[in-house]
């Protein structure tokens, strides 16, 4: 986007799972903005700025510094007046974020497991990677490449609970949510109705930067899910003018209900179990959901998820919470709950940080 002089300067990858979630919102909340592709010093230089290595990072025209896509999209609803793409009504409005939250961090196993776990999608982005934030390193490219596809590897396969027997059910996932969501999309423009919301963009991240992106995951989908494309192709496209007319969000789709029942047995599980590790000083849990034991990293920042959603909840007139608990049914008390610890994202040593798991595509 070619932005004026008094713009925002998004700072991130083009291959980044909330780089692309954060630019499709600024682009249809219309926010000028500069995109800054980063190499290893520009994603220092950001950490130093804000105390955390993550992307992406968003620099305000007066030298002030965002970091969070889910917080920065709150940000920009509080005060950017038009279009407004949170809904109205206060449980359609949680229910868009407990949406958002899902696709965020749910997704996140199976992005990460089709982009490493296979080898023409391991290789095509170890390349990309090599070539983009560590082209300001020195040394052969297809040594960066190669450490780029290793580090992942451990990381977010082997790191992340990826065996051969977790495998079908990081696939299953996958085509659960997707079979789940291509009959909705191609009945409607976007997830709740005529205007994109939270959950949109928290699907559009995983959606754009790896499953529409990544060969094997994008060959299922256009074979699976061509309106799932269609959309995510919506979203990019999409600027302010475009929903000038569009009637604002006043409802729950009743045919979302299935996305809600399985962050309900899945998602809400996880987080609870990954609370009482964290509150437990643990750096590693054991938890089964549905039949499938895992073996997981504790997330401090997904305390943080769960402790939003439960004060969100909180905030709910009694009528909004009984409609949350006919979305999630059994699994309401875990976000019913009073709120746990609220850690801050994870502040990470810039200088280390390939070595050490941070946010990134």
Not at 233 to 248: L, Q, S
Request: aromatic fraction near 12%.
């Amino acid at each position: 986007m070619t932005a004026p002089s008094a713009a925002y300067r998004l700072h991130g990858l083009k291959l980044s799972y909330f780089t692309r979630k954060l630019e499709g919102y600024l682009r249809v909340k219309g926010v000028p903005y500069e995109f800054v592709e980063m190499d290893l010093a520009d994603f220092r230089e950001c950490a130093k700025a804000t105390g955390i290595a993550q992307m992406p990072q968003l620099q305000s025209p007066d030298g002030s510094w965002m970091t969070d896509s889910s917080e920065i999209i709150a940000h920009f609803e509080s005060y950017w007046p038009k279009p407004r793409l949170r809904p109205g009504p206060p449980a359609v409005a949680y229910a868009s974020l407990l949406l958002e939250d899902f696709f965020d961090e749910w997704l996140w196993r199976p992005a990460l497991y089709y982009r490493w776990a296979f080898e023409a999608d391991s290789r095509l982005m170890s390349g990309q990677i090599a070539d983009s934030l560590l082209r300001d390193q020195p040394g052969p490219r297809f040594l960066r490449r190669l450490f780029i596809k290793f580090r992942q590897q451990r990381h977010y396969l082997k790191g992340d609970g990826v065996t051969k027997q977790t495998a079908p059910a990081v696939e299953a996932l996958f085509h659960n949510v997707f079979d789940i969501l291509e009959p909705v999309l191609a009945e409607r423009d976007f997830l709740f109705g005529e205007r994109p919301c939270e959950a949109d963009f928290g699907l559009f991240g995983p959606v754009f930067a790896h499953f529409a992106y990544d060969p094997t995951p994008h060959a299922i989908l256009r074979d699976e899910a061509p309106s799932v494309i269609a959309w995510a192709g919506r979203i990019w496209a999409g600027r302010p003018e475009d929903f000038a007319e569009t009637n604002p969000i006043q409802r729950i789709p009743a045919d979302l209900g299935p996305l809600f029942r399985v962050a309900a047995v899945q998602y809400l599980p996880y987080l609870s179990a990954n609370a009482a590790a964290f509150l437990s000083g643990k750096e590693r849990f054991s938890v089964v959901l549905e039949d499938t034991e895992w073996d997981l990293p504790v997330f401090p920042y997904r305390v943080r998820c769960l402790n939003r959603l439960r004060q969100g909840y909180q905030a709910l007139a009694e009528p909004a919470q009984r409609v949350i608990g006919l979305l999630l049914g059994d699994a309401l008390p875990v976000i019913a709950a009073d709120p746990v610890l609220n850690p801050k994202a994870p502040v990470l040593d810039a200088d280390k940080a390939l070595d050490r798991q941070w946010r990134e595509a």
